[in-house]
């Protein structure tokens, strides 16, 4: 027999149910309890709908009725009052920014008081910028997490900026998020919102390229190339670029995820440590697959436009005039490279937000994306000499009077003919470019999640 709640949880529960049955039919069926959960951040939000039927629906008829969902929702009551006790730092009885930004220092993760002002925003119903049990319970009705690391961690899909070159894909998946097949839809977010930032930034990503090869003489011959094939041709390559991003990211996302689940670790225990090795792991053999399709975008990009019809033309090029082992041109600079970047920008990352730590109820939304690009432009710095090495020697027989040359080779002549600067060329076109990747990255990824079921 159903215990019922008291007169004022009935009303409460009833009123939830009335705004969850969309189609007002006295019934709650999965698709209505899917988007309710996607509009607040779920993740596998269709599964989890799923499941709460298959627990629930005691007629089996595919749907809730009141009483069905009535007592679904006291289970929920008497799981996480408890819970709601600890969140409630100071036991007012309602939880605020302040016990949000605590409850994520103590799980070390450092967030603003923006990031923490939208969670509450998330539950809070009455526009009183607290959160009392019954919004909370609201929150957790539809977000059926099972204990509190998983709620915080549902919290944290909407929060991650990622200032680097590539798209911000989550690196840590849960094992349910793994086993469920949630995955492919961040992979899938973020890829579209990949190839659009990077097809928006592709004629500063050319200008880039361009600087690394030819240094000062890059504007004469940039605008050479654009009287002869017209602004288009600032695009030229950016297909293969979009087609590497994607894959080469979730190859490296599989392996990390991969070698964590067989290393049985979980993503709290992990230390900066094995956080670095676990990158420099699974980004080497990543960047190993898909490194041809590297040296293919070079090479357009430094083409004048018409050289090549296609991305098909251009390897049978190289093929043929070269080698294969021109396809791998610059590897060893260019993997090389990675690690300085990610050393030194995990070690700046880390001291970043131990300072953020100690005083993170100031630190403000647009302060923490700040520091987060201090860390991308200190492993910028630190890695881009081999960087630009790397990209020399892609670009190298592209013209008859070019000759292979090593690593110490290029190290060698680009010192020579332009001297320490020459390391650093087009330094400055990387960083204007990041910061629209990073932005254009984010916005639309965590809008495309809550588009895709």
């Known amino acids: 027999m159903t215990q019922h709640p008291s007169p004022k949880g009935t009303q409460q529960f009833r009123s939830l149910f009335l705004r969850l049955d969309a189609n007002s039919d006295g019934f709650i069926a999965v698709d209505e309890l899917r988007k309710e959960m996607k509009k607040i951040g779920v993740s596998a939000a269709e599964e989890k709908a799923q499941a709460i039927l298959g627990d629930y629906d005691l007629n089996n008829d595919g749907r809730l009725d009141y009483e069905e969902f009535l007592t679904y929702m006291m289970d929920r009551e008497k799981k996480w009052k408890i819970n709601f006790q600890v969140l409630d730092k100071n036991n007012c009885g309602v939880i605020d920014q302040e016990d949000i930004i605590d409850l994520f220092k103590e799980l070390g993760v450092v967030i603003s008081k923006q990031h923490a002002k939208k969670i509450i925003q998330m539950m809070d119903c009455d526009n009183s910028m607290t959160v009392d049990w019954n919004e909370f319970l609201q929150h957790i009705i ?45 992979i899938l977010a973020g890829g579209i919102a990949d190839a659009v930032s990077r097809t928006v930034t592709a004629p500063i990503d050319r200008i880039k390229i361009q600087l690394q090869v030819y240094g000062s003489g890059a504007v004469s011959h940039g605008l050479r190339e654009i009287r002869a094939g017209g602004i288009k041709s600032m695009w030229q390559g950016n297909a293969v670029n979009v087609m590497k991003g994607t894959p080469q990211s979730t190859l490296q996302c599989l392996i ?40 293919l975008k070079v090479r357009l990009n430094l083409q004048q436009a018409g050289t090549y019809t296609g991305l098909k033309e251009c390897a049978k090029s190289i093929y043929q005039n070269e080698s294969i082992v021109a396809f791998y041109r610059g590897f060893r600079p260019s993997l090389l490279c990675m690690i300085p970047y990610a050393g030194v920008e995990c070690a700046v990352y880390q001291s970043v937000m131990s300072w953020a730590k100690a005083d993170a109820a100031d630190s403000s939304e647009s302060r923490l994306f700040l520091c987060s690009f201090a860390a ?14 790397r990209t020399q020697q892609q670009a190298q027989a592209i013209s008859s009077t070019t000759q292979t040359s090593s690593a110490v080779e290029t190290l060698t002549s680009i010192y020579r003919n332009q001297g320490i600067r020459g390391f650093y060329s087009g330094m400055g076109a990387s960083f204007a470019r990041a910061f629209p990747c990073a932005l254009l990255n984010y916005t639309l990824t965590s809008r495309l999640e809550i588009l895709f079921p």
């Not at 991308?376 to 630009?388: D, E, H, K, N, R």
């Open 142 to 186: 539809l977000n059926p997490a099972e204990d509190i690391a998983e709620l915080v961690s549902s919290w944290k899909r909407s929060m991650v900026f990622d200032v680097g070159e590539s798209r911000p894909l989550p690196m840590d998946f849960t094992r349910e998020e793994t086993d469920s097949g949630a995955w492919k839809k961040y």
């Open 256 to 295: 990390y995820n991969r070698v964590k689940i067989l290393g049985e670790v979980s993503e709290g225990e992990l230390t900066v440590q094995q956080r670095f090795g676990l990158g420099c792991i699974s980004g080497a053999a990543a960047h190993a697959v898909f490194y041809p399709l590297e040296v």
């Open 376 to 389: 991308f432009a200190s492993g910028q710095t630190a890695s881009y000499p081999l960087a630009v090495i």
